[in-house]
């Protein structure tokens, strides 16, 4: 590992070696058990050797201690799991048993596995130090984990599993050796595409294959170290390892909470340190890798999770029920997201024709949506060149909530689930994910939305209301599953690249459900881009500069260790998760070039890059450079990658061509009626009269988060308890409020905000938690 990785305070480390070894596959087996808030099982990696693998790129084991890097013994290599059923070709992963509960966790509080406190019944506790004859000469595997309880480490006899001998040269396994399990492996991991079904088969019965032989192992704070004694390159490494752990209650990579009924329920959250407090991972971008899971919980426990199937569950014995998923387009680690709770499926009360998936025919029109030509990413079943999937307006659907929340669903959402995934449709062309689960997640959710493979994460604060919150940041979320997952950026700091375009693309897609002619559409977007306007300049006065600026690393973007270890810069701050700079100036910078080459020719550009990079991480000048090679050079004019680069993404404030566009712009009509309208209410407001209590509860349910920012500016005592509802229920917009409340300096206002602090604190996440704890202390 890198000896000069240092990263600061608030830089998150991604400390997997991904330049010397890639993980292809992960099968996860593991059980959710809501009384102790803990998930634990297996996990099985299959990996591929990178590029990198000469004896010069052997990596001394690192520890952040000047004593020697301690490793647990490993038993002998005839050593067999508990499990060792015969197998069968119709063994599933959900038939496997997995670590027995009373494997205790003596994990040290700081989240640190220590291995000379582990007694899991599997070996004796011995140790050595790095310094002997299977020391510095082996080679180390470092994949990114924080909070995880690593009770066994172990490499997977994947040639005992019968009909294996199928994926090599050889009719039957004779001699069984290092070279040939990995050999099996490598045959596995590059199956065509058009094999997948017996891919995502073999690696289950895989997965539950003997194990033959303990690794050594050792954690930190941000890395699981694993070697082989005498495995001296990434080559020689095991292809196959089973990791038996469990997640730690305070993890940061889950929730576990309450949702709006009262009832348990666990999700992950969109964490900065993305999923390392839930498994074992390569987490670095660059690590693409398929993976297939069951979980089991109490049957009265639905779980969703990413997944190409829409699961139901298999019922076990004891009350206990089995969730399998799977996914066979590759994607980050990151973007692997669990949510297990008392969710049902809302459904419309009456059935239309649009809340089914429709096909259609193209149009001549739409022609220009389908390319002809191979795709540029790695091989796997690609709904690009699927035909029927290229005409597919609205993909399968369901939407999922507390039964308390079925009215306000049924009256909002679920009637915009299907215009919009049809705008998006004729925006962008080919849906990337064959389907979309949708979850209204708890109140403590930090955040109005996050989008993963297959399934939406929305917060209840978008059902309040009119339509038009829900639907923008429905669009918002739509967007991303072609622009941060079928597209993600190479480099974390980029995020622009996610974020700027769904901010972008949410006002488009919502012209199109709403069915707005083009002056119509038009207009809505200038008002969104003068309120965006206005946000943009407070956000840049209220922020550091060094945040602001959305190429962080310039000419070392994309740059990693020879290792494959980085860090993201400021990753771990918790003033960024709140901060919009990424998608307003993202936005605005999209919208500079569309306004440039006319809404036609920029889309039509959109589509061509999405068919040519889906399935691809990019760095900003791939997308800047495709635009320019695209467009006509009169159109041109003095845009270059390198302006850009300088003007927009390398600079802090407010970029120069913005500010001009911005001083010489008139205001736009819609913008000029909202202002005549607020004179209005100020003269209304300024007479005296009464208001029924019930006038009020209609426009606190319908413009909540305003109506509160009108109390605390006005000081309306009466209305305080709404401001407290406010912050106890919708905590993904609620953080604003606080500081609000804390900048008025009004005593009574500051206990409302110290008050709803101490009620909401253990729900909220750690970062939002922190954040609101620097304000109010």
């Given at each position: ?6 990263p600061?305070?608030?830089?998150l ?24 808030q803990?998930?634990?099982?297996t996990?099985?990696?299959?990996f ?32 067999p799991?508990?499990?060792?059923r ?22 040290g ?17 011995k ?19 924080c ?9 997977v ?7 294996i001998e ?24 590059t ?10 088969d073999?690696?289950?019965r ?9 690794l050594?192992?050792d ?10 004694t005498?495995a ?10 089973r ?7 305070q993890?940061?990579?889950v929730?576990?909470?309450?949702d ?27 690590a693409?890798?398929?993976?297939q ?16 199937n ?14 399998h998923?799977?996914?066979?387009m ?19 009360e009456t059935?239309s024709s ?22 540029g ?17 609205i993909?399968?659907?369901r ?6 929340l ?6 909002t959402?679920?009637q ?14 080919t ?28 917060s209840?604060s978008?059902?309040t209301g ?15 599953a072609w ?15 996610s974020e ?17 002619d083009?002056?119509?559409a038009?207009?809505?977007q ?10 943009l ?19 070392k ?7 494959g ?32 080459l ?6 039509a ?14 760095l900003?000048?791939?997308f ?35 500010q001009?566009e ?15 309208e ?8 300024r ?29 309306y005592?009466?209305a305080?308890?709404?401001?407290e509802r ?13 500081g ?5 300096e ?32």
């Amino acid at each position: 590992m890198d000896t000069k990785l240092d990263p600061s305070r608030d830089d998150l480390p991604l400390m997997a070696n991904t330049s010397h070894i890639l993980v292809k596959h992960y099968v996860l087996d593991l059980d959710v058990d809501f009384e102790s808030q803990i998930i634990e099982g297996t996990i099985v990696l299959f990996f591929e050797s990178g590029k990198k693998q000469s004896g010069s790129t052997k990596e001394p084991c690192r520890s952040e201690s000047n004593e020697a890097c301690r490793f647990r013994m490993p038993e002998p290599c005839h050593s067999p799991v508990t499990d060792t059923r015969t197998f069968s070709s119709k063994t599933r992963s959900n038939d496997f048993t997995i670590c027995s509960k009373g494997e205790k966790d003596t994990s040290g509080k700081d989240g640190n596995h220590d291995n000379r406190e582990q007694a899991s019944g599997i070996s004796s506790s011995k140790y050595c130090c790095d310094t002997g004859n299977h020391g510095s000469e082996d080679f180390l595997l470092v994949l990114d984990c924080c909070d995880l309880s690593v009770l066994k480490v172990e490499e997977v006899d994947v040639a005992a599993v019968p009909g294996i001998e199928k994926l090599t040269r050889s009719p039957k396994l004779t001699v069984v050796s290092e070279e040939l399990r990995n050999q099996i492996v490598c045959e596995l991991v590059t199956l065509p595409a058009d094999r997948w079904r017996e891919q995502l088969d073999y690696y289950a019965r895989c997965s539950q294959a003997p194990g033959c032989g303990e690794l050594l192992f050792d954690t930190d704070t941000w890395s699981l170290q694993i070697r082989k004694t005498g495995a001296q390159t990434a080559t020689d490494f095991p292809h196959a390892i089973r990791i038996r752990y469990s997640t730690k209650p305070q993890g940061r990579s889950v929730t576990w909470t309450s949702d709006q009924s009262g009832r348990p329920c666990v999700y992950t959250m969109g964490s900065p340190i993305n999923n390392r407090a839930l498994f074992p991972c390569q987490e670095p971008p660059v690590a693409m890798s398929t993976w297939q899971a069951t979980v089991r919980a109490a049957a009265s426990f639905v779980v969703l999770m990413s997944g190409e199937n829409s699961a139901k569950p298999t019922q076990l014995r004891e009350g206990c029920s089995s969730w399998h998923y799977y996914v066979t387009m590759p994607m980050p680690a990151s973007t692997f997201t669990i949510a297990v709770g008392s969710w049902t499926e809302m459904k419309p009360e009456t059935c239309s024709s649009n809340d089914l998936a429709a096909e259609r025919s193209l149009s001549p029109s739409e022609a220009d949506f389908r390319y002809v030509g191979i795709c540029g990413h790695m091989e796997y079943p690609c709904r690009f060149q699927n035909p029927s999937a290229t005409t597919q307006e609205i993909i399968p659907h369901r939407v999922f909530a507390p039964l308390c929340l079925k009215g306000a669903c049924q009256e909002t959402l679920l009637q915009l689930v299907p215009p919009c995934l049809s705008a998006a449709h004729r925006v962008l062309g080919t849906h990337p994910f064959s389907r979309l689960d949708i979850l209204i997640v708890p109140g403590n959710f930090p955040s109005l939305g996050m989008a993963s493979p297959h399934i939406i994460f929305l917060s209840q604060s978008v059902l309040t209301g009119n339509s038009h919150l829900c639907g923008t940041r429905l669009c918002h979320e739509i967007a991303h599953a072609w622009f941060g997952l079928a597209i993600g950026a190479r480099d974390w700091t980029e995020e622009w690249l996610s974020e700027g375009f769904a901010t972008h693309l949410e006002d488009v897609f919502w012209a199109k459900a709403q069915q707005l002619d083009p002056h119509e559409a038009q207009e809505q977007q200038e008002l969104k881009a003068c309120l965006r306007w206005c946000r943009l300049q407070d956000e840049v006065r209220n922020s550091p500069e060094e945040m602001q600026v959305l190429r962080p690393n310039k000419e070392k973007t994309g740059h990693v260790s020879d290792s494959g270890s980085s860090v993201v810069k400021h990753g771990l701050n918790p003033e960024k998760v709140f901060m919009q700079v990424h998608y307003l100036k993202g936005y605005f910078l999209l919208r500079f070039l569309a306004q440039r080459l006319g809404d036609g020719t920029y889309f039509a550009f959109l589509r061509k890059f999405v068919h040519t990079f889906h399935g691809q991480l990019i760095l900003s000048q791939d997308f800047l450079q495709m635009l320019l090679e695209n467009i006509p050079e009169e159109k041109r004019l003095e845009l270059s990658v390198e302006n850009i680069f300088r003007d927009w993404l390398e600079s802090s404030g407010i970029p120069q061509p913005l500010q001009r566009e911005r001083q010489a712009g008139a205001e736009c009509g819609l913008a000029r009626q909202v202002s005549v309208e607020v004179e209005k209410w100020i003269r209304m407001n300024r007479r005296p009269r009464k208001r029924k209590r019930r006038e009020t509860e209609e426009v606190f349910e319908k413009v909540r988060h305003r109506w509160c920012e009108l109390i605390i500016k006005h000081k309306y005592t009466k209305a305080y308890k709404d401001v407290e509802r406010f912050l106890q229920e919708d905590q993904a917009m609620g953080i604003y409020l606080y500081g609000e409340l804390m900048v008025s300096e009004d005593s009574r206002q500051q206990q409302v905000a110290r008050r709803c602090f101490e009620l909401t604190k253990e729900q909220m996440d750690r970062s939002s938690a922190q954040v609101v704890a620097e304000m109010l202390f």
